[in-house]
């Protein structure tokens, strides 16, 4: 007999109405930490998967601490996407909680080949994890997505989006080349709030400095702030970044200190670091985010960009 009939006829609307939720209910549901992560799970699995980032607008990852309701999220996951190498700082408790349950999880920055990564003394056990400034790195990391969603979604189909998403982060470090290859050379000196750029540095051969390191856990330092005040002075650098999710009181007392020394700094412009911008919004892609980075960047040190950036969005 079939089960239907058994069911008494009053409960029938309750049962018909939730019809559509079900359907959606049904798509595979993937929670990434940060939104950089989403935007790449996004761009594979298209519509075939709910994806969600824990981490909305201006959200520091390093200090970031998830709510109950974050956890249950994970552990109700089909697929959890992490940065690793210490990115999510504080949380090493749910994550551990989820490897226990056999959640399936995968470290996207952690797949990659330590010998692509930066190292970094304050971390002897971690690479530096800011892997999504360079564009061509996090093409490269986004490879490891595939395999991950493969028991999710079709193969042939995440082949073909991986390509699409790398065809367009290639586009991407282009512009980033051609704009950023006319900064003139003493002022190649990319000065943040803290040390997130050394992809970006390394892949379009800039110094960086910066006053925090690659956590923004730690107080900045009056010694720090001096000897990149000196630096400023010396090579004459006509700008310093403040960054979205960190507070800029550090980068400012850059500009004063220069100041101080007859070196007139200017804030070159808020960069999208650990963090992008309103979901919604063109810097709210990971296109958006670096498209923004990379024009203010040139054109605050004197590299040539359009003001609109490489799609005219900005
Ligand atoms: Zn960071």
Not at 205 to 218: F, K, V
Request: charged content about 20%.
């Amino acid at each position: 007999m079939n089960s239907c009939s058994s069911i008494p006829r009053r409960s029938l609307p309750a049962l018909l109405l939730p019809a559509p939720a079900l359907a959606q209910a049904r798509l595979p549901a993937i929670i990434t930490t940060t939104a950089m992560l989403a935007d790449a799970v996004r761009a594979l699995a298209g519509p075939a998967a709910r994806v969600e980032s824990l981490m909305g607008e201006g959200v520091d990852p390093h200090l970031f601490r998830p709510t109950r309701a974050d956890t249950a999220k994970l552990l109700a996951a089909d697929l959890v996407v992490l940065n690793g190498h210490r990115l999510e700082g504080r949380m090493e408790e749910v994550l551990a909680r989820l490897a226990a349950a056999g959640r399936r999880v995968l470290a996207m920055a952690e797949a990659l080949p330590r010998a692509e990564l930066r190292t970094h003394p304050e971390y002897p056990d971690a690479a530096d994890p800011h892997i999504w400034m360079d564009p061509l790195l996090w093409a490269e990391a986004a490879g490891t997505l595939p395999e991950a969603l493969a028991p999710l979604l079709p193969r042939a189909k995440l082949a073909e989006n991986l390509a699409a998403y790398r065809a367009r982060l290639r586009r991407l470090h282009d512009y980033a080349a051609a704009a950023l290859g006319g900064i003139p050379n003493p002022q190649r000196v990319l000065v943040t709030a803290h040390d997130a750029f050394g992809y970006f540095a390394r892949r379009y051969d800039l110094a960086i400095d910066s006053i925090q390191g690659l956590s923004t856990e730690a107080e900045a330092s009056l010694i720090r702030i001096e000897a990149i005040v000196a630096m400023l002075v010396t090579r004459r650098v006509p700008a310093v970044f403040a960054e979205t999710s960190v507070p800029d009181r550090a980068v400012r007392a850059l500009i004063e200190g220069a100041a101080a020394r007859g070196h007139v700094v200017r804030l070159g412009g808020n960069l999208f670091s650990d963090s992008m911008g309103r979901a919604g919004t063109y810097t709210g892609t990971l296109e958006g985010m670096l498209d923004h980075n990379i024009t203010t960047i040139a054109r605050a040190l004197g590299g040539t960009a359009p003001a609109a950036g490489l799609n005219g969005r900005l």
